[in-house]
């Protein structure tokens, strides 16, 4: 069940009238709702995976009451060794096993030996990279006691699956989400309204840049020798766009349905595209795996601190396992490594940290500094797009090749006027609403009520005049 | 809470009259399925996929069996090649179109080796819940409802404000799906540019049917099935359409006992098959797999008359 269809618009309407009218009085009830909701909602792309949530999200359950209860150390650390080897290891069975068994063949057959592997044929259960690191990060955090288990079964349960992060996110943390989930919600007329807009905004970026954009997009990777290198940047160009409509398109859509449900998912992403610097992107894109590998990974291994072999080893670590986490392809490695190298010069001179704050604070355009920044690093994630979406390493290459060619200079072929427009507006509200959590969030807010509305039909009608074919949203894969 | 309510359902008025006179403005030139998904259950059927829907009209069909006697009215409810397969999907959206009070309809089973098969790497079992995942017959509850809400908003090809002013190309001149079921196409059909397309055609199906696809069991006992559920409301007859003699000879190549299959499965049955020969000179095509609507005219009125041989039995 995806978020821009019939069927979520008609089970959505449900729940937030039962939620909000006969299960309001009892917060028991409303939660136990939304868990018997979220498991529905995950047993419509397959029922069968939907035990293997269980199991793991029980797994974590009791891990978690057993680490905070047993006394020893030693005790605390089997409980989370069982929890994290699990945890890893569907993983690593489901999504990782038949490219280490492929890889592995590779290898050995450099020396001459001829290795069969056994492959896998299973598909890959819709979100347990998500789920996965839900469990992980509750079971460490109890482990180093930065929070106490919950004991209640059902808050559990839906800190893990609720509907709208269980698929693709925003990645929670229990001292975030499991404290709102114990406290009554009540019906907040702003926090309605405000989610109602996110939800519209994530669904323009869905339905009209992202699904518009894949076509083309697939088009152009697929016969990529057929195209002039200008049609070949204006397919990264255009995947630039895809990736970042469907991603953040999926997470507004999530954090709105969640605000109308009185609750608040962290922030997925906050207008990456006008970073000045690698640094400012990472840290405004897919926030909430950067910062859980951020917490659970570089900060164990030493962080910045250490000298400057480390912090370069921990960066280089950081970067290739979050490319690993989006696939098993070496693709997604070269992509993290990619990243890793355009953060190494600011590691290296200190200036991973110099721009904290929105660009062009307090102005309506940027400087001509800012805008450099901007174009630069829009230009490097653009490159390394190139790795993420081929299907293999050569691939990615002859891509690249094929743009750096002299027809560089020439018209894209597979242009498409409207689509054009329409990015041309998205940028415009996502640039006048950088200062919000979501691009239309400040737009309008103190119009009159006849041309804030008109906005809003305008972004209606040009869903329901242009949406695309109802691509699989990219980042359930991972 | 009442507040946020009267203020939304006050922004929604306008977007809710757009939809609904968007949803009145459907009609058989928006694409070539939704008017079939709109009428009332039906007593005579003909089902198939796209040669039929095409090839069999449903009016000539009326006034042949009209003259001999039957008083009743037919419905096209052919959709397309991996649409309407013979299969789960097809059989249960079949059986939804039904009148199940019918007892004296007359049904037209179109058969063809592609619509019995299925492609080679898929056992039957993947292939059928494919074909339930995806396909839009296997996924429409309500197949007798106007307007079919239900298709437009989920199933329509194209967005959903198109109804309103189509997108260049949306709509191919000439092509008009009627409300009896029937598809219209009227096509360019000057020698050269049909030789493009029946040559366009062959390769088609050299390339992707030819050695990718087999035999189906289970659709065969689906095509059983079907055949057993429409005799049960009245005359079923099995047919086999003509296409152009280069697709004919792929058919011959990838199922050379096609006929001697359908014959048993028929006599098995108790009904009847009618083969209607490929003959260029006789028939012609738009692209070599689908009929004239002047050929599918004459070939509706062959199938008419063995209706009449088969009522007056």
Known sequence: MLFNTLHFGLFFLLIFFLYWTVTRRSLRLQNVMLLAASYYFYACWDWRFLFLLIFSTALDYFSGLQIHHTSTRKGKRFWLTLSIAINLGFLGIFKYYNFFAESFARFV????????????????????????????????????????????PVDYALFVGFFPLLVAGPIERASHLIPQLQRP??????????????????????AVIADNAAPIVNAIFAGQEHFSGSTLLYGVLLFSLQIYGDFSGYSDMALGVARMLGIELLQNFNFPYFSRDIA????????????WFRDYLYIPLGGSRGGTWMKVRNTFIIFLVSGFWHGANWTFIAWGGLHALFFLPLLLSGSNRSHMGTVAQDRLLPTLREFAGMAVTFTLVTLAWVFFRAKDLTHAFSYLRGMASPSLVSFPSQYLPWLTWAVVFFVVVEWLGRHGQYGLQTIGAKWPRVLRWGLYYFILFVIFRYFGEGEQFIYFQF | MRAFLKTFALFMVLPLAVFIYTLYQADGRSDPYYLRFTTPRQSSLIVGDSRSAQGIHPQVLDSVLHAGGWQGKSFNYSFALFKSNFG?????????????????????VSVDPWNISRNKKLTDEVDAE?????SFVAKM?????????????????????TLLSPARGQRIEGTRLHEDGWLEVNVDLTAEKVAKRVEGKTRFYLDNHLTKDTLSVQRVAYLRKTIEMLKQHGTVLLVRLPAHSAIHAIEKR???????????????EGVSYLVIPPDDAKWSFTDGNHMTPATGAKVSRIIGEELVRELRK
Do not use: C
């Open chain 1, 109 to 152: 057959g450099h020396f001459g030996l001829d290795a069969h592997p056994v492959f896998l044929s299973v598909v890959l259960p819709v979100g347990i990279s998500f789920y996965t690191f839900h469990g992980l990060s509750y079971v460490i955090d109890i482990y180093y006691d930065r929070i106490e288990p919950t004991r209640d």
């Open chain 2, 141 to 161: 509850h309500f197949v007798n409802l106007y307007p079919n809400v239900e298709y437009l908003v989920r199933d329509y090809p194209y967005p959903f404000l």
């Open chain 2, 254 to 268: 990838y199922m050379p006992d096609f006929n001697g299959l359908m014959e048993r499965l028929a006599e098995r």
């Open chain 2, 130 to 134: 494919r074909e339930q995942e995806r």
């Open chain 2, 88 to 108: 789960r999907a097809y059989y249960e959206s079949i059986q939804k179109k039904l009148d199940p009070g019918s007892r004296n309809g007359v049904f037209v």
């Open chain 1, 185 to 206: 919600r009540q019906f907040n007329r702003a926090q309605m309204v405000d989610g109602l807009k996110q939800v519209l905004w994530g669904l323009f970026k869905k």
């Open chain 1, 280 to 291: 400012e992107f990472w840290r405004r894109w897919h926030i909430s795996l950067s910062t």
